[in-house]
């Protein structure tokens, strides 16, 4: 376990400052279990309190920092264990449909600051037999990597391939060392460099550029990982994983906004991971970065949408963008009021209109109790002036993605998620020549 008095990085510091009364902070993990016998609960609780001990923020609080000084980690005596997993109760949950609307109501449920940030829903059973957990972890304690890290500690039955250490190859960063704080002229001019392509180009006013209450409406789809992947393989510049995703989130978009979209011109903002393969799994907070990519949505061909966004994405990634972002957000931060300025900057709706995350997860599947994975989905919540929020995550062989509104303010959530499954299926017949 960690020092008693452990404060949180000046990341996770921000993240949980960022809470409201229509920001819960948490970001969630559903995964659908296979048809089988109900989940015992109490084995289940018995399992996680065994294995919490590789996962010390699991079984730590966060409580005020004296004046002046940032929040801390405290250690929590004897956890609830019954308080954080427990089966939903109270709702009657049998279809698809009634799953997406119990997480969308978690989702829009704060977690209890006394205890540890987490809980763990079991939901159903459907009427098929199926089963979910919903795994709700506050951002300040995790990012999508360190989220993925603490499921497969706590909950995840072992198995032999862990879950993958980064996103892509600009992404892991292993050697990088820490921001000097002084920084010479060369630093500062691949600064200005890599800020001159990611910041400073404002886009159309989006339309999620809004005002959020605190309710929250969820829906999902999947694509099947080898098809993304042979997609982009069949271009004449190879397009990544990611890449395919991009494009048929935009393509989605395109239908979805229907006249709306005329003119538009729209940025995503891809968080990109900076953990290292060697820090500490079990106190990993959040080590992130970010890229912002024009969604190219008035291009007509769903092709020559997945080459302008790869060609774009393919720059940034060979000049190192995310890791000179991370090094100067990180250098700023010693000065609070530009560390401030410089985030408002780059959060603001006309940098990006919406953020869309892809978080991978085991290469092989996976079991709860017992029970096989057969969905793993993410959900991450929409904030002020992005009132859309898109997480993606892989397992095994497949790509699970969440869709999250603020249904008062952006409806119709379900209609986007069909949208862009069916953009997706339009690459894949423009790519491949197959018809689904």
């Not at 659908?32 to 609960?41: F, M, Q």
């Not at 949950?93 to 209890?112: A, F, Q």
């Not at 970010?290 to 190219?296: C, G, H, I, S």
């Not at 890791?323 to 250098?331: E, T, V």
Request: with cysteine; charged share 25%.
């Amino acid at each position: 376990m960690t020092d008693d008095g452990d404060f949180l990085s000046a990341d996770d510091a921000r993240i949980l400052a960022l809470e409201s009364s229509v920001l819960t902070g948490h970001t969630l993990k559903l995964m659908v279990l296979s048809p089988g016998t109900p989940i015992d609960l109490e084995a289940l609780r018995a399992s996680v309190q065994a294995r919490l001990v590789d996962a010390p923020r699991g079984l730590e609080r966060v409580v005020a920092g004296a004046a002046g000084e940032r929040p801390r980690w405290e250690a929590v005596d004897g956890v609830d264990v019954a308080a954080h997993v427990r089966r939903r109760a109270g709702t009657e949950c049998t279809t698809s449909e009634d799953l997406c609307r119990v997480v969308s109501e978690l989702m829009s449920e704060h977690l209890d600051r006394s205890r540890p940030l987490w809980t763990l829903d079991v939901i159903g059973p459907l009427a098929d037999g199926r089963e979910a957990i919903a795994a709700r972890m506050h951002h300040a304690m995790v990012d999508g990597i360190a989220g993925m890290r603490f499921l497969e500690a706590i909950l995840l039955d072992p198995h032999d391939t862990p879950a993958r250490a980064g996103i892509s190859r600009s992404v892991a960063s292993d050697s990088r060392p820490a921001p000097s704080p002084t920084l010479g002229a060369g630093d500062w001019a691949r600064f200005a460099a890599a800020i001159a392509r990611e910041l400073g180009h404002p886009g159309s006013r989006s339309p999620f550029d809004r005002p959020v209450t605190g309710a929250r409406e969820l829906a999902f789809a999947t694509m099947p990982l080898d098809a993304l992947r042979a997609i982009g393989a069949s271009r004449p510049e190879h397009a990544t994983v990611n890449d395919v995703l991009l494009a048929a989130v935009a393509g989605g978009l395109r239908t979805w906004l229907g006249d709306g979209a005329s003119g538009l011109d729209l940025h995503a903002q891809v968080p990109v991971s900076m953990h290292r393969r060697d820090e500490d799994p079990g106190t990993a907070g959040n080590r992130d970065s970010f890229l912002n990519v024009d969604l190219q949505i008035g291009a007509h061909d769903p092709l020559q949408r997945l080459d302008l966004i790869s060609a774009r994405t393919r720059v940034e990634k060979q000049a190192d963008d995310a890791a000179l972002l991370y090094d100067l957000f990180h250098a700023l931060g010693a000065v609070p009021l530009v560390d401030a300025v410089a985030h408002r900057i780059a959060d603001t709706s006309r940098e990006f209109s919406v953020a869309i995350s892809n978080v991978p997860g085991s290469r092989v599947p996976v079991a709860v109790s017992g029970r096989r994975v057969e969905g793993l989905f993410s959900s991450s919540e929409p904030a002020p002036h992005h009132a859309l929020r898109i997480a993606a995550i892989s397992h095994s062989d497949q790509m699970g993605i969440g869709f999250c509104t603020d249904p008062t303010v952006t409806p119709g959530v379900r209609e986007l998620a069909e949208a862009v499954a069916e953009a997706y299926r339009e690459l894949q017949r423009a790519a491949l020549g197959e018809v689904l």
